[in-house]
Structures are given as structure tokens and as C-alpha cells.
């Protein structure tokens, strides 16, 4: 991107945010609350514990990038929630093996990796809409995950949970600046520059993005479709299950029995993938931007009396309003090269 395109991209993101904005005023107005002092708390609640603002955005900067670099080869990559639940029983039966963090979490980023493998090579290989594989994948390991909690990892102090990660294998804090925080967001940080250099710099990455914008000239120099397709899906899936370990291992230190520390975080970060434009940076601050919508909302359901229902659907309006742009270029974009790949295969 050049300066004019980075020009561009911030004007639609500011226009973007302001009608967003302007429609929750219209709306807490409807509904009879002071707009100023609602959208205010909103955009600001957040920030007064830090460590957990950013810890919350790191899970779904994580699910952000498990969509956005499978998006960039025109894979729709929707299996961040059973790639979180698998990456977090998995690091969960490492660390009681292994007692190590690191060894824990690279588990669980594998085992989301192969789940993304799995999807990916259906769709290449056998022609199985990934969507589809990755919806059903998404609940088998999500009642996969509650069945080894209730019944081989379960609590007897507290059998609504699983048994506690070993102290020796729970990821601690780091202290930057004078501010104590866990080391989720650092991790999440560096995973999101080296994805960065990865789509960029890298051959991989360079086939992904050819792969993705023209698979005629893909095809013509030479690059595998089929298996760039599902590289590009593996490594969605790998940061998936990196983000499903990292709340395990790195912040919870358990699962509890009906997963509510990840459920809907994959889901999330799509819409976070969105904002951000599917471009790595970008979605550092697209995630930490929607976790401040989700943490101010619920404090302005304290100070304002206001319902939960109504939080969820203004943080849902500036979110819609953020992605919608980018979400219909992307489409047009899926769509145009879903046609040209069938009238390919015809071809062919």
C-alpha cells in the first residue's frame, strides 16, 4: 500500500467509526439515555484496568489473524472457536504432563493447527465447503472438550471446572513501564508482527497472496493451489489454537464446563479481522479497540442502569459500521474468484 491507499483506508475507517457513532446516539436517545455520558463511558470504561483490557484483545487479536490470513488466499476460515477449544485442552493435558508453559502451549497451537489442516485439506483435495466442515468441527469440539472437563479433568473441589494448571506451568507477568500485565499481550504482539513478516516477506506468504488475489496467475507460475490453500488454513488454525492455550495457560489457568471464557471469541475475531482489513497491524488495534467497546459496555450497564441487550447491540452497531466497508469488497472479491476457479476447473 502506498500513502494515498493508507489515506484512503483512514479516511473510510474515521467515517466508518463516526456513523457508527452516530447512529448509538440515535439510539440510546430512543431508548431515553444521555448519549454523551452512554457513548463516553463506552469508549472509555475500559481503560481502567489495562492488563485485563489487553489480555481480553490478545484472544481475539489471535482469532483475528486465524481469519485474516486464511481470508488473503480466499479460505473463510470460521473454525477460531473449535480451534480455541481444542488449543485449550490440549495445552491443559500438556501442562499437567509436562509441567512446562511452553511446551503446554506450542501443544495447543499445534492441535489447532491440524484442526485448520483438516478443514483446509478437505476443501483442497475433496472439495468439502470449509465453512461446513469448519461449523460442525466447531461443535464436536466444543462437546469434546466439556466431556473430558466433566469427566477426566474435572475438579473434586469444584467439579463446575477442570483441575487447576500446575503452578510451574501457568505463564506469570511481565512488568513494562511500571505496569504489571501478563504476558498474553506481548505474546500476542510478537505473534502478530511475525505474521506480518510471514504474508509479506516471505515465500509463503507471497504465494498466499497471489493465490488469493489472481489463482489464474497462481496457476500459471507454477504455485500449488490445493496446497496453498490449506497451508494458509493450517496456519489460521495454528493461531486459534495458540489463542485457546494462551487462556488457558496464560490467564484462567482451567476450563470451566461450559468453555465461557472462549465461547464466541472466535466468532469475534472475524469481526475483528474485519476492521482491522485483514492486514496484521491493522488488527492489533481493531482488537484492542473491541475490547474496549465490550468492557465499556458493561460498565455503562453499571453506571447507567442500561441493559445488557442494548450494550451488546451499540458495541454491535460501530463494529458493523467499522466492517461493513471492507466486508463487502471482500465478498465481491470471494466471489469473483470462486467463478473464475469454477470456470477454470471447466476449462481444464
Do not use: C
Request: aromatic share 12%; glycine share 10%.
Amino acid at each position: 500500500m502506498n500513502l494515498e491507499d493508507y489515506a484512503q483506508v483512514s479516511l473510510e475507517i474515521t467515517g466508518s467509526i463516526l456513523a457508527g457513532l452516530l447512529v448509538a446516539a440515535i439510539i440510546l436517545i430512543a431508548t431515553g439515555y444521555n448519549p454523551w455520558k452512554g457513548l463516553y463511558i463506552m469508549l472509555t470504561g475500559g481503560l481502567g484496568d489495562l492488563d485485563y483490557l489487553l489480555s481480553r484483545a490478545s484472544f481475539v487479536l489471535l482469532t483475528g489473524l486465524a481469519f485474516a490470513l486464511p481470508m488473503l488466499a480466499s479460505a473463510f476460515n470460521i473454525g477460531g472457536e473449535g480451534q480455541m477449544y481444542v488449543g485449550g485442552i490440549v495445552a491443559l493435558i500438556a501442562s499437567l504432563i509436562t509441567k512446562n508453559p511452553w511446551i503446554a502451549i506450542t501443544a495447543g497451537a499445534i492441535a489447532g493447527a491440524a484442526l485448520g489442516f483438516i478443514t483446509g485439506a478437505l476443501r483442497a483435495y475433496r472439495e468439502v465447503n470449509e465453512v461446513i466442515t469448519a461449523i460442525m468441527l466447531n461443535w464436536i469440539f466444543y462437546y469434546i472438550s466439556i466431556f473430558f472437563i466433566t469427566s477426566y479433568l474435572y475438579n473434586p473441589q469444584a467439579p463446575y471446572r477442570s483441575v487447576s494448571v500446575p503452578k510451574g506451568a501457568q505463564l506469570g507477568f511481565i512488568e513494562i513501564a511500571g505496569i504489571k500485565m501478563h504476558l498474553i499481550f506481548p505474546l500476542a504482539l510478537l505473534t502478530s508482527f511475525i505474521t506480518y513478516f510471514l504474508i509479506f516477506h516471505t515465500r509463503i506468504g507471497y504465494r498466499i497472496r497471489v493465490a488469493g488475489l489472481s489463482p489464474d496467475s497462481a496457476r500459471y507460475s507454477g504455485i500449488n493451489a490445493k496446497m496453498t490453500f490449506t497451508n494458509s488454513m493450517t496456519l489460521g488454525g495454528l493461531f486459534g489454537g495458540l489463542s485457546g492455550a494462551l487462556n488457558v495457560i496464560a490467564f484462567t489457568y482451567y476450563m470451566d464446563q461450559l468453555l465461557t471464557s472462549m465461547v464466541g471469541m472466535g466468532f469475534d475475531g472475524i469481526g475483528v479481522a474485519l476492521m482491522g482489513r485483514d492486514h496484521p497491524i491493522g488488527i492489533i488495534f481493531s482488537a484492542i479497540f473491541f475490547s474496549m467497546l465490550l468492557l465499556g459496555g458493561q460498565k455503562m450497564q453499571i453506571a447507567m442502569n442500561v441493559p445488557k441487550e442494548l450494550t451488546d447491540a451499540l458495541s454491535g452497531v460501530i463494529i458493523i459500521s467499522l466492517a461493513m466497508p471492507y466486508a463487502y469488497k471482500m465478498l465481491m472479491s470471494y466471489l469473483k474468484i470462486r467463478r473464475m476457479m469454477k470456470v477454470a476447473g471447466r476449462s481444464s
